[in-house]
């Protein structure tokens, strides 16, 4: 478990406090967080503390090497077990699973030793201990929710499969209603990336400092559109988030067979790290399943169109957005293209029955709407600004948190 290792006392200002691991190797929210705590670093000397599971684990060491060549003087990474997490939800059992899964009692006093002046979570499942460390220090905290965890399980509940999911879902929504408004009260301010998140934020705690900003874009792929690789729709995601791997099976039992009916050449590209055993399972002459990509340009670039069928999850979809900025005509449901300004004319179709993604897939495979790559990629990065979202984030925190 890497750690950098300089005595941050007396230099940090801002604990930058981490629901996951913030990567550039790893999936879109992961890259997302990492700039995001880099937008802070410009502005506020940073230290950063992260949750990490198992396979998020292989990144720590060049985590550890991005931070220190970007002056982030302290790393305390903080390894999502299964032991004491299971511990945990048992002593506190009146609290959100989502919660307690990110508490650690050690990490806790380790970063209570630390000197800063205020706290930043990096998504709302790392809240609680946030909110006790901010009480403990008596510093500020903001929260920069990408997702709101009351509308995330609800969604969860409501697609739950057997009595076992569907009882827990029911019990985690129950006490994140309880819970999340609670949590919120504590903070001084909180930022999510759309103002729908913003209106939801609100609408659980009418008093708290809300402010939305555009998610940003990271232009770091190679776009190079390729139309020599036949009629390809890619789903690009991280497979080992449940939202996503519900996509992938939803639209490979529902919507392959009809769009393989009409086009028996066509492919079906699962991108994205950690696909778990039943997305594994799929592949076959017509289905692909690429695992982690290092540099996904290729995929995006030989891909016709692009597929969001999510059904659960909560918060904007930077998945589709970066499908977008690559050019890719696409499919999304409404949480698919949840927070996301943009329609047809940009080259994003918006359909929740079978039968109309189903429909809208098969259009675009035979209309050559890929050939719009250029335009439909300007106008989204034309929309979407990394300097924007900085500037808002600076703002909110000289506003809040008094630095």
Request: aromatic share 10%.
């Amino acid at each position: 478990m890497p750690r950098i290792s300089s005595d941050p006392r007396g230099q940090g200002r801002v604990l930058f406090l981490s629901a996951f691991a913030p990567s550039l190797l790893s999936g879109a929210g992961a890259k997302t967080a990492f700039h995001e705590m880099l937008a802070i670093q410009g502005a506020y000397p940073l230290l950063l503390s992260y949750f990490f599971t198992p396979y998020e684990e292989r990144f720590n060491e060049q985590i550890a090497q991005d931070c220190q060549e970007h002056g982030v003087t302290c790393v305390e990474p903080i390894k999502l077990g299964r032991f004491m997490p299971l511990l945990w939800a048992i002593v506190l059992f009146w609290l959100p699973a989502s919660y307690v899964r990110r508490f650690s009692l050690g990490h806790l006093i380790r970063l209570w030793k630390l000197d800063y002046r205020a706290i930043y979570v990096r998504d709302g499942q790392a809240l609680l201990l946030g909110v006790i460390l901010g009480k403990l220090r008596g510093v500020p905290v903001l929260v920069s929710q990408a997702d709101v965890l009351v509308q995330m399980s609800k969604r969860s509940k409501d697609g739950a499969k057997g009595f076992l999911n569907s009882a827990f879902w029911a019990s985690e929504y129950a006490k994140l209603c309880i819970w999340e408004p609670i949590l919120l009260r504590s903070v001084q301010a909180c930022l999510v990336q759309s103002e729908k998140d913003a209106i939801i934020v609100r609408d659980l705690v009418p008093a708290i400092n809300v402010r939305s900003f555009q998610p940003y874009l990271l232009n770091n792929l190679r776009f190079a559109p390729n139309r020599e690789g036949g009629r390809q729709v890619l789903f690009w995601g991280a497979m080992n988030r449940k939202e996503n791997e519900d996509a992938v099976l939803y639209y490979t039992e529902r919507i392959h067979p009809e769009v393989l009916r009409r086009f028996p050449d066509y492919k079906f590209i699962v991108a994205g790290i950690s696909p778990p055993p039943s997305i594994m399972a799929l592949q076959c002459t017509s289905i692909v399943v690429t695992g982690f990509l290092e540099d996904p340009s290729d995929v995006f670039n030989a891909a016709t169109i692009a597929v969001v069928p999510l059904r659960m999850g909560a918060g904007i979809k930077v998945k589709t957005m970066e499908c977008l900025m690559m050019g890719l005509p696409t499919v999304a449901t409404s949480v698919g293209a949840e927070g996301i300004d943009l329609g047809e004319a940009e080259g994003l179709r918006v359909r929740d029955s079978e039968t109309g993604l189903a429909e809208a897939i098969v259009y675009l495979l035979e209309s050559g709407a890929r050939d719009r790559a250029g335009e439909i990629r300007q106008q989204v990065l034309d929309r979407y600004s990394f300097d924007r979202s900085v500037r808002t984030i600076h703002d909110t925190i000289r506003a809040f948190a008094g630095l």
